[in-house]
């Protein structure tokens, strides 16, 4: 019985720490893919906002000029136009801002600073493409220092979540002294 014991427990621990090591090597893929798909969306924005403002400026003969004297020249003719124009641009500009901030990163901290951008989410802009990606995210392994060194990490981490499940099930080592008394 001493000897299932120790081979289910030594499984347990080497089957969390291969688990854990297996998810977080995706974290340096998984954020490139969360990276481009902010540049999609927010280039997307970008044409779809420049579109309305072309129109917008053809129909009402507006000047050239930038977002914000469009947005101030659209308002008497068009306040919730211009109110919904004003948020496509604020969502453009968020997204676009997030994938800088997370490749101005090095690689290896690239995946903690998309986790920490996307947090820092007050409007919801960049929750809908998280959502999206993780529902779409297809694993793969990327052998890149990142990923190895995320794996690493996983490993220790999976190791010390078997060792403390694991101890659950130990008998006490006060009971295994009494035990031979």
């Known amino acids: 019985m001493r000897f299932l014991r ?7 621990r080497l089957g969390l720490a291969l688990f854990l090591a ?4 995706q974290a340096p893929a998984f954020t490139a893919d969360y990276v481009n798909a902010l ?12 579109q309305r403002e072309a129109a917008a400026r053809h129909y009402y003969n507006i000047p050239p ?16 136009n211009a109110a919904t124009l004003a948020l496509s641009l604020d969502r453009a500009s968020s997204l676009i801002a997030a994938r800088q901030r997370i ?10 600073a998309a986790i920490a951008d996307a ?9 809908a493409v998280w959502r999206t990606e993780l529902a779409t995210y297809t694993v793969h392994l990327d052998l890149t220092l990142a990923a190895i060194g ?13 060792h403390a499940i694991c101890l659950t099930f130990e008998p006490r080592a006060e009971a295994r002294r009494f035990a031979k008394i």
């Open 6 to 12: 120790r081979w289910l427990s030594h499984s347990i």
């Open 22 to 25: 297996l998810v977080l090597m």
């Open 103 to 112: 490749l101005a990163r090095p690689a290896v901290i690239q995946p903690l």
């Open 39 to 50: 540049l999609q969306v927010g280039s997307d924005a970008r044409r779809d906002i420049d």
């Open 119 to 127: 947090a820092r989410d007050p409007n919801g802009y960049k929750a």
């Open 150 to 162: 995320y794996g690493i990490v996983g490993l220790m981490l999976g190791s010390l979540l078997g």
């Open 65 to 80: 000029g930038d977002d914000a004297s469009l947005i101030a020249a659209l308002k008497p003719h068009e306040p919730a």
